[in-house]
């Protein structure tokens, strides 16, 4: 499977505990952004990298919130004392920049979280 | 700020077509996309549009005026396998993609 891929699928958390995502983009994009969706809504920006750098981070996004793509290739989406709130599908998404017109970003399966 | 207005959910007949309209404020718009999503899956991109006018992909089309800064979703022969949420998509500055809140489109046999 050459596709984005996210891990786990599934996370069940108490409130207050620290949780961390993994996302494989597509080997070879470039670009990796993070959404969050709840149920009814639209995939919500979260922040998105370019090769290590991240390039922008949402004002919605709370301090407890932190991304990473060290080496460029995979990231990690850590949320930090979790909150009720914080339930959600959270999304990865990749894309080649100069590659497929318009930016098309190709999404992971996502991570579903639940808070209790 | 950035905002996607779009209707909440659109009823229609199997083989019928239908129109999902998509109305933007947005700075540095460089493009509208179009994403379909069914229940528990993904996003999936069907389309884009940088240019004014109507492209076509198979029984899809979108159509763009940015002078108006609207856009069109048009589905034809609509199948019950379309029953899913569309989004539109503003695409900005840096390749920074705004969804909207997504059309639930419900098919009728």
């Known amino acids: 499977d050459t596709g984005v891929s996210q891990d786990p699928r599934h996370k069940i958390t108490k409130r207050g505990q620290n949780v961390t995502f993994r996302c494989d983009p597509i080997?070879?994009?470039?670009?990796l952004y993070w959404y969050r969706q709840t149920l009814g809504q639209g995939p919500e920006f979260l922040t998105y990298?370019?090769?290590?750098?991240?390039?922008?981070k949402s004002r919605l996004l709370s301090d407890r919130f932190s991304a990473e793509r060290p080496k460029g290739s995979f990231s990690t989406l850590e949320i930090q004392r979790t909150e009720q709130g914080d339930s959600a599908m959270y999304l990865c998404?990749?894309?080649?920049?100069?590659?497929?017109?318009?930016?098309?970003?190709?999404f992971g399966p996502g991570t579903r979280l639940t808070v209790l | 700020g950035q905002s996607l207005e779009q209707p909440s959910e659109v009823t229609a007949v199997e083989g019928a077509i239908v129109q999902i309209n998509c109305t933007y404020q947005?700075?540095?718009?460089?493009?509208l996309s179009w994403y379909q999503q069914h229940d528990g899956g993904a996003p999936t991109f069907l389309s884009y549009?940088?240019?004014?006018g109507l492209e076509e992909t198979g029984r899809f089309s979108s159509f763009l005026s940015r002078s108006d800064s609207y856009g069109y979703l048009l589905l034809q022969e609509l199948q019950m396998k379309d029953s899913a949420s569309y989004f539109c998509a503003v695409r900005g500055r840096d390749d920074k993609i705004i969804f909207g809140k997504g059309t639930r489109l419900h098919i009728l046999p």
């Open positions: 080997s070879e994009h470039n670009r």
């Open positions: 549009n940088a240019l004014d």
């Open positions: 947005t700075s540095g718009f460089y493009g």
């Open positions: 998404a990749s894309s080649d920049r100069g590659g497929a017109p318009g930016n098309e970003q190709f």
């Open positions: 990298f370019q090769n290590e750098a991240q390039l922008e």
